[in-house]
């Protein structure tokens, strides 16, 4: 029996988690400590895809080593094979009706009870895992695994709502117009990164979810399925299928019924797979939706008006929050001569040397481990390029892989505005320093737009207006989210919704209602209530 639809309802108002300090003696310090403790205690934990509710143990184990730890893993977790990889697809098919169905007030009470979960009672066993798996010291896994999750949940509600009240404001004379937001015809395939346990998730627009989690972030992702599952989502609606790659990519994206790709990860992987799925475009049955949000080389500008410290803080947070490993982190930075001279050089270096390293576990520790092996190397490859092709390293330069996979914050001062750290993307604790001349300013601003492929985040500091102005016109297109004398990092949801464009991604800005549009195909309905009575027009008659 189908199910009555008895009032207009509204969500309960949305406003932005509150974050927690952590600071010395606060409860919150001691719950996380206990939870981590608990966690250490139990630890390695077996992790098994998840395919209609149910658990499924392939046999083929691989582990999620711990950064800070690499001798110990988090968790040892079961592979999707190609028979779980099928089980997830057709379980995923056969929920899509009764979910897209599902009144939406249903489901949007579900999202609102897993976002009461992850701020609540899951709260520090999510950030145990993601500082303990995914090496974020405590700030750090609280602005992701707590307080950006719960955000995307209630705001995606949210704006799900404010799409669905998106009709038409015209009527003809005795009809009725109005559209619906249908879920896609088959189903989406999710991939997710190591460095954000909060994804926002199509399923709250009615579709169903095949999820292939970040090898490096499985544990913490599993929890998170648990939590959709207790908040009441129906099984078969999201499937939890970790694996290799290669192989579960390729038989997702080789069946008829994929729908669209909701990927978050490196460019490379990204055009790898816009490739594979045009070549199977024959194979489907509509044109799939493709959105990501991929890499970025991202700068900020110090204008010689510039207030000297709060750029030198901004850049130290920027560059080296999450030793680096955030799409948004800050990369490239170009200072007026004036400015450089004048005390941001001597600033910048004199932080970055108080800035400790060290496990996530304390709490004094501002950068933690790389998440692992292939990012340590890339990393420490990078900062011998830089020195073999005349980069001065500033301060840094070192790097530890005996225990833990701990590269110190490094600053590279270079005279080539297009040198190898300039222009590529790092994805670690480097910063590469380019000094112009204050009469260049604008000549800079075009370089800072050419030299790269990308066109993530971006910051301009200034307190001249012209200044800021005349940066923004220049980098309209450099930058998907632009900041003034602030950081290029730390969007929050509802109030800077983030994404790139370039080779950034597709810029369906994450945190707003605009990435929904992406998940849904709108029908228009038109009921007319008084019948025609003639099929001649006016002009017709003699």
């Given at each position: 029996?189908?199910t009555?639809?008895?009032?207009?309802?509204?969500?309960?108002?949305?406003?932005?988690?509150p974050?927690?300090?952590?600071?010395?003696?606060?409860?919150?310090?001691?719950?996380?400590q206990?939870?981590?403790?608990?966690?250490?205690?139990?630890l390695?934990?077996?992790?098994?895809?998840v395919?209609?509710?149910?658990?499924v143990?392939?046999?083929?184990?691989a582990?999620?080593?711990?950064?800070?730890?690499?001798?110990?893993?988090?968790?040892?977790?079961?592979?999707a094979?190609?028979?779980?990889?099928?089980?997830?697809?057709?379980?995923?098919?056969?929920?899509?009706?009764?979910?897209?169905?599902m009144?939406?007030?249903?489901?949007?009470?579900i999202?609102?009870?897993?976002?009461?979960l992850?701020s609540g009672?899951?709260?520090?066993?999510?950030?145990?895992a993601?500082?303990?798996?995914?090496?974020?010291?405590?700030?750090?896994?609280?602005?992701?695994?707590?307080?950006?999750?719960?955000?995307?949940?209630?705001f995606?509600?949210k704006?799900?709502?404010?799409?669905?009240?998106?009709?038409?404001?015209?009527?003809t004379?005795?009809?009725?117009?109005?559209?619906?937001?249908?879920?896609?015809?088959g189903?989406?395939?999710?991939?997710?990164?190591?460095?954000?346990?909060?994804?926002?998730?199509?399923?709250?627009?009615?579709?169903?979810?095949?999820?292939?989690p970040?090898?490096?972030?499985?544990?913490?992702?599993?929890?998170?399925?648990?939590?959709?599952?207790?908040?009441?989502?129906?099984?078969?609606?999201i499937?939890?299928i970790?694996?290799?790659?290669?192989?579960?990519?390729?038989?997702?994206?080789?069946?008829?019924?994929f729908?669209?790709?909701?990927?978050?990860?490196?460019?490379?992987?990204?055009?790898?797979?816009?490739?594979?799925?045009?070549?199977?475009?024959?194979?489907?049955?509509?044109?799939?939706?493709?959105?990501?949000?991929?890499?970025?080389?991202?700068?900020?500008?110090?204008?010689?008006?510039?207030?000297?410290?709060?750029?030198?803080?901004?850049?130290?947070?920027?560059a080296?929050?999450?030793?680096?490993?955030?799409?948004?982190?800050?990369?490239?930075?170009?200072?007026?001569?004036?400015?450089?001279?004048?005390?941001?050089?001597?600033?910048?270096?004199?932080?970055?040397?108080?800035?400790?390293?060290?496990?996530?576990?304390?709490?004094?520790?501002?950068?933690?481990?790389?998440?692992?092996?292939?990012?340590?190397?890339?990393?420490?490859?990078?900062?011998?390029?830089?020195?073999?092709?005349?980069?001065?390293?500033?301060?840094?330069?070192?790097a530890?892989?005996?225990?833990?996979?701990?590269?110190?914050?490094t600053?590279?001062?270079?005279?080539?505005p297009?040198?190898?750290?300039?222009?590529?993307?790092?994805?670690?604790?480097?910063?590469?320093?380019?000094?112009?001349?204050?009469?260049?300013f604008?000549?800079?601003l075009?370089?800072?737009?050419?030299?790269?492929?990308?066109?993530?985040?971006?910051?301009?500091?200034?307190?001249?207006?012209?200044?800021?102005?005349?940066a923004?016109?220049?980098l309209?297109?450099?930058?998907g989210?632009v900041?003034?004398?602030?950081?290029?990092?730390?969007?929050?949801v509802?109030?800077?919704p983030?994404?790139?464009?370039?080779?950034?991604?597709?810029?369906?800005?994450?945190g707003?209602?605009s990435?929904?549009?992406?998940?849904?195909?709108?029908?228009?309905?038109?009921?007319?209530?008084?019948?025609?009575?003639?099929?001649?027009?006016?002009?017709?008659?003699?």
């Amino acid at each position: 029996m189908a199910t009555p639809q008895l009032a207009a309802f509204k969500v309960p108002a949305v406003s932005n988690e509150p974050m927690r300090s952590y600071a010395p003696g606060s409860e919150e310090r001691r719950a996380l400590q206990v939870a981590i403790a608990q966690m250490e205690k139990e630890l390695p934990f077996e992790v098994p895809c998840v395919v209609n509710g149910k658990t499924v143990k392939t046999g083929k184990l691989a582990k999620q080593p711990m950064p800070h730890d690499h001798a110990k893993h988090l968790c040892t977790y079961h592979e999707a094979d190609q028979a779980t990889v099928s089980s997830a697809i057709e379980g995923a098919l056969a929920a899509k009706a009764d979910w897209e169905a599902m009144p939406w007030n249903d489901r949007a009470a579900i999202f609102l009870k897993a976002a009461n979960l992850v701020s609540g009672k899951y709260r520090y066993k999510l950030m145990a895992a993601t500082i303990l798996g995914q090496g974020k010291n405590a700030w750090q896994a609280e602005i992701d695994a707590a307080a950006e999750l719960t955000d995307f949940l209630r705001f995606g509600v949210k704006y799900v709502e404010e799409l669905y009240a998106q009709q038409p404001s015209q009527n003809t004379p005795g009809c009725w117009n109005r559209v619906e937001y249908r879920a896609l015809e088959g189903f989406v395939f999710a991939i997710s990164p190591f460095n954000f346990t909060a994804i926002g998730a199509p399923a709250l627009v009615g579709n169903t979810v095949v999820w292939k989690p970040s090898p490096a972030a499985t544990y913490s992702n599993y929890i998170v399925h648990q939590i959709f599952l207790e908040a009441g989502i129906p099984p078969g609606v999201i499937q939890f299928i970790p694996g290799p790659a290669e192989e579960v990519v390729a038989q997702v994206l080789g069946n008829p019924n994929f729908a669209a790709l909701h990927f978050t990860g490196s460019t490379f992987v990204f055009k790898k797979l816009w490739k594979d799925i045009a070549a199977n475009l024959d194979k489907y049955k509509g044109y799939p939706r493709i959105v990501g949000e991929t890499g970025g080389k991202n700068f900020h500008i110090i204008h010689p008006s510039a207030e000297i410290k709060n750029a030198v803080m901004q850049t130290i947070r920027g560059a080296f929050e999450y030793q680096g490993q955030k799409c948004s982190a800050l990369s490239r930075l170009y200072v007026a001569s004036s400015i450089w001279n004048s005390g941001f050089k001597d600033q910048l270096l004199e932080e970055t040397a108080k800035l400790k390293v060290g496990s996530p576990m304390e709490f004094t520790n501002f950068i933690g481990p790389v998440i692992g092996r292939p990012a340590f190397d890339k990393i420490t490859g990078y900062i011998k390029k830089a020195k073999e092709s005349g980069g001065e390293i500033l301060i840094g330069g070192t790097a530890d892989d005996s225990v833990g996979y701990y590269v110190q914050p490094t600053v590279i001062l270079s005279k080539d505005p297009k040198s190898v750290t300039m222009v590529e993307e790092i994805f670690g604790p480097v910063l590469t320093v380019y000094v112009y001349e204050d009469a260049d300013f604008e000549k800079t601003l075009e370089l800072i737009d050419t030299s790269s492929p990308y066109a993530l985040t971006g910051s301009i500091f200034s307190q001249d207006r012209k200044a800021l102005l005349l940066a923004t016109n220049t980098l309209r297109n450099s930058a998907g989210n632009v900041y003034y004398n602030e950081k290029c990092t730390g969007a929050v949801v509802g109030q800077q919704p983030f994404g790139g464009a370039r080779a950034s991604g597709t810029n369906d800005k994450a945190g707003s209602m605009s990435i929904f549009y992406r998940f849904v195909s709108a029908r228009s309905i038109k009921e007319n209530f008084v019948g025609l009575e003639d099929y001649l027009y006016p002009s017709n008659l003699a």
